[in-house]
């Protein structure tokens, strides 16, 4: 697996790639809490490139979802498709993420803008 | 017939996976495919690398995968302590996130991929079968 990692203020995508084997799975969950530890709230995971994942690799987008949740964000993923979407279906992981056929479509409104300042009159 | 006789090492299980990549291309199961059975030999392999045998303790574990008419059969044996999968409770994949559990995903992954499981305690070993339905193929 490769992960590029692409950080604006409280926003984190992962771009990922390749199988995501368990010894890939500890790695990227290792990189995920560096970034929430590091008060990241909103999480972006694009799977467009990962053509193999099994239940070890799965726990690190249920534990993302969490964390992103606990620190009052939200995780998403895109780009599911083949071997890949068709584990995270049988294993609803990916109805606790918000899902979007293509990063750019997980990028619209996300993160989302910040609640409107009211100026005092 | 794809066999191999491995050990209770996770290097093994990368050996499993591309031998069984290798071979399934071979008899003509198609790549998704290919690669949801390699889904399975990870959890199903995974699980008895990590829990079959006590800490510091080597052992075997055997798979042989062939190709049947109409279905491809797994069949995977360890001399590690008694384990029937088949008995393990489903995941609860209804609670909310707050209360998801974050693994127990793995027996369900298998259960779901093949279309059946019989197991055995047999001779001091654990026996598992796996039957895949499968009609094509290359042969």
């Known amino acids: 697996m490769t992960s590029q990692i692409e950080r604006a203020g409280d926003f984190c995508a992962f771009i990922l790639s390749g199988r995501i084997e368990p010894a890939d799975a500890d790695q990227l969950q290792a990189q995920v809490n560096a970034q929430c530890d590091d008060a990241v709230k909103w999480l972006l995971f694009d799977l467009a490139g990962v053509d193999y994942i099994g239940s070890v690799g799965l726990r690190v987008f249920v534990s993302a979802a969490k964390r992103a949740r606990a620190n009052g964000g939200e995780a998403r993923l895109s780009g599911l498709s083949g071997a890949v979407k068709h584990v995270f279906e049988i294993t609803q992981v990916n109805k606790l993420l918000h899902t979007f056929p293509t990063r750019f479509d997980a990028m619209k409104n996300f993160p989302p803008p910040p609640d409107p300042v009211i100026q005092p009159n | ?139």
């Open chain 2, 1 to 139: 017939m794809l066999c191999l006789h491995l050990h209770n090492d996770l290097e093994c299980l990368t050996r499993l996976q591309a031998a069984f990549a290798a071979w399934a291309e071979t008899v003509g199961l198609d790549r998704d495919e290919s690669l949801l059975m390699q889904v399975v030999l990870e959890e199903v392999v995974g699980n008895i690398i990590r829990y079959a045998y006590p800490v510091g303790q080597t052992g075997p574990v055997s798979v042989q995968i062939e190709q049947q008419p109409g279905e491809l059969l797994i069949r995977v044996c360890d001399a590690g302590i008694p384990f029937n999968p088949t008995q393990q409770p489903p995941p609860d994949l209804d609670s909310a996130l707050e209360d998801r559990q974050i693994g127990g995903l793995g027996w369900h992954l298998v259960r779901s991929l093949v279309d059946a499981i019989e197991y055995q305690r047999c001779g001091g070993e654990n026996v598992l079968c796996l039957r895949k339905r499968w009609l094509g193929g290359n042969q």
